[in-house]
C-alpha cells in the first residue's frame, strides 16, 4: 500500500473470463473483474446460490446402520 492508504494503480491486463471463457479487462475500470460482463458474474452467483459449486464434505459418515435412536 501506499503512504495515503490506497492500493497502486495496476496496468490492465486481459485476462479469461471464468463464466464465458472470453477477454476480460482486469483493472480498476471494470466493476465485474474478473468476469467480463455483468451477465456473467449473475451467472456465476447463480451458479454458487443453486450449489452447482461445492466444497467437499469431509465430515465422516453417520453410523454404519444409520441413526440408532430411529432403530
Do not use: T
Not at 492508504?5 to 482486469?26: E, I, K, M, T, W
Amino acid at each position: 500500500m501506499s503512504e495515503s492508504g490506497q492500493s497502486p494503480d495496476f496496468a490492465p491486463r486481459q485476462v479469461r473470463c471464468p463464466a464465458c471463457s472470453g477477454n476480460s479487462l482486469y483493472s480498476s475500470a471494470n466493476p465485474y473483474r474478473p468476469f467480463c460482463s455483468a451477465r456473467c458474474k449473475g451467472v456465476d452467483l447463480g451458479a454458487w446460490a443453486s450449489e452447482e459449486f461445492k466444497l467437499p464434505d469431509e465430515k465422516p459418515l453417520d453410523e454404519p446402520f444409520g441413526d440408532p435412536r430411529l432403530q
